[in-house]
């Protein structure tokens, strides 16, 4: 039978599920987290939930999954919309600030060791547990997938209480019973065929508590969803007009790139910047904790005159040569015990398979993100206030982090979550985020866009890990009749959660993943994992573990 443990991304959750239970409580995992629209709301507002603000003026319907290009933003929006009976060019949408109330539900389900498919009872109670770990942290994250399973039933939610909210101020304006009442086109539609706009009702709307346990749209009643309509983005991404992180423009702001080891972890000994110093339009040039930047009256400028400062880079505290780097994945596999036993569907009674028989090996190596879009992110330091404007798939952990560099509260941060133009994990990592921070700290009062050249981008980024996967099976008349697969791979689990402070516990499955929760019938089938240490920092790439252990997996159980 198959051991199971912690997927990276139920790491954090899974080592504080006991803890989180104790301290907290039952009553505490009910309790809803505040609305944080209603600190702001003027004379006339209102918002019913975390997700819908109206004006005299408008609709806004708060999308906070990060939008990386996978269409994220339409998506929430039309889950509200349906419910609201909202057309598209009656609402705006806004990516909210980082807030406990948009914590990712749906994440969770991923935190615990079972497979997708095992739907039995400790499988269940071990993702509800997961569940209310995660409210309680207050985790937002956008990330594994889950954008869609994490926003479906609660942004209806969202969308059907406004609109019974707005209905119950309707009939308290107009004395008719809201059972009596329909909603359309974004307004409230009376008996007699006149119509009351939702914008209208705002006021009235901000002093009734919202309508609870609404009924949802009947599917066969829905406008948007399961319908072909396109995505908001696609007038503004074909005609040029998309604004992403890379075009944010406050007011008096400076352009900054920067020059860093390549070699990372390896920092900087020294630099010479006398070529650098009279380069047209150079304002700064900064030292940096892994490098040095440039702060110039335009990107342009800063990509010049980095071009000319010279840099003493430090060692890698790992391999220079690619081949070490298979060296030490090859002996792992020779000369370690497993970090864990993943799978072993072994016959008990040692019965064979007849066949042929063979052993194989398979390698997937690092492979770099590379959105189309440049890192890139704008931070603005003050006195006793932070603003980061960056497209980014964790926003609380970038104002825990940069609150932390600037001696600040994370109250005292804002952060303005941007459209990505690409992500494929890359946009989970803090670095640039980091380096803008170094760079506007040295010149306090003046924002700054940290914008890295595409080579400096491949050069820092963490790349996909590395795996090795050797096996031997056996097959028959066209079946895989037995298989045993040993994967060695550096742990993105400890990597990635360790550059973002979270504790990893346990051996990693996303170095097996995609190969012990396989969805073969392969009898005889045994998984194995290796972890090895002293390789590249690496990361999350599209899938993460699966991305390497699904092409290892079918390319051993195909051969």
């Not at 009596?180 to 009351?196: K, N, S």
């Not at 640039?432 to 050249?453: F, S």
């Not at 990693?508 to 019938?521: K, R, S």
């Not at 290796?530 to 092409?551: E, H, I, K, M, N």
Request: charged content about 20%.
């Amino acid at each position: 039978m198959a051991r199971r443990l912690f997927t990276r991304r139920g790491m954090l959750i899974s080592s504080l599920a006991l803890a989180g239970g104790v301290a907290f409580g039952v009553w505490k995992v009910r309790q809803p987290h505040d609305n944080p629209l209603t600190a702001g709301l003027a004379e006339g507002e209102a918002s019913f939930n975390p997700f819908v603000l109206i004006t005299g003026d408008g609709i806004t319907l708060i999308t906070p999954h990060a939008d990386v290009g996978q269409g994220a933003q339409s998506m929430q929006a039309m889950l509200i919309a349906e419910e609201m009976d909202l057309g598209f060019g009656q609402f705006t949408t806004s990516f909210g600030h980082s807030d406990a109330a948009y914590y990712n539900r749906a994440l969770a389900a991923d935190a615990v060791p079972f497979m997708s498919t095992d739907t039995g009872l400790i499988a269940e109670a071990a993702r509800g547990a997961a569940g209310t770990v995660s409210k309680l942290l207050g985790l937002q994250v956008t990330g594994g997938s889950s954008s869609a399973p994490d926003s479906y039933d609660k942004l209806r939610e969202a969308g059907a209480v406004a609109r019974e909210t707005l209905k119950a101020a309707a009939a308290q304006e107009t004395g008719i019973a809201a059972r009596d009442l329909q909603t359309a086109d974004g307004a409230v539609v009376l008996p007699d065929g006149r119509t009351i706009p939702y914008t209208a009702l705002a006021t009235t709307a901000s002093g009734l508590e919202p309508v609870r346990a609404p009924a949802f749209r009947a599917p066969s009643d829905w406008r948007l969803l399961g319908k072909e309509v396109p995505r908001l983005d696609i007038p503004a991404k074909s005609t040029g007009q998309q604004a992403y992180g890379i075009d944010v423009r406050p007011e008096g702001v400076l352009f900054a790139s920067a020059r860093l080891n390549p070699r990372k972890g390896g920092g900087i000994t020294g630099y010479d910047a006398t070529a650098a110093e009279n380069r047209r339009g150079v304002r700064h040039i900064l030292p940096l904790r892994d490098g040095v930047a440039v702060v110039a009256e335009n990107t342009w400028y800063a990509f010049e005159a980095l071009a000319q400062i010279e840099c003493d880079w430090g060692g890698a505290p790992y391999p220079a040569e690619q081949e070490d780097h298979w060296r030490l994945l090859e002996f792992a596999l020779e000369s370690d015990e497993p970090e864990r036993v993943w799978r072993d569907d072994r016959d008990p009674d040692g019965a064979s398979a007849d066949g042929v028989t063979g052993e194989f090996e398979y390698r997937a190596p690092y492979v770099a993100h590379q959105p189309l879009e440049p890192l890139n992110a704008t931070v603005l330091v003050t006195g006793n206030h932070a603003e980061v404007w960056a497209a980014h798939q964790m926003p609380g952990l970038v104002r825990e982090r940069v609150a932390a560099a600037a001696g600040l509260a994370p109250e005292q941060v804002t952060f303005h979550n941007q459209m990505a133009g690409g992500s494929f994990g890359h946009r989970l990592e803090f670095d640039v985020i980091d380096q803008a921070t170094e760079i506007a700290l040295q010149i306090k009062g003046t924002p700054v866009l940290l914008t890295l050249r595409r080579e400096e981008d491949f050069a820092q980024d963490y790349p996909r890990q590395i795996g090795l996967a050797r096996g031997a099976g056996g097959w028959n008349d066209g079946q895989v009749t037995h298989l045993a697969l040993r994967i060695a791979s550096p742990s993105v689990t400890r990597s990635q959660g360790g550059r973002a402070g979270l504790p990893a516990l346990g051996p990693d499955m996303q170095i097996v993943a995609g190969a012990w929760d396989m969805p073969y019938a392969i009898p005889g089938l045994t998984v194995e994992g290796y972890a090895v240490d002293g390789l590249a920092p690496v990361s999350s790439w599209r899938a993460v573990g699966a991305s390497t252990g699904g092409f290892l997996v079918n390319a051993c159980s195909t051969r």
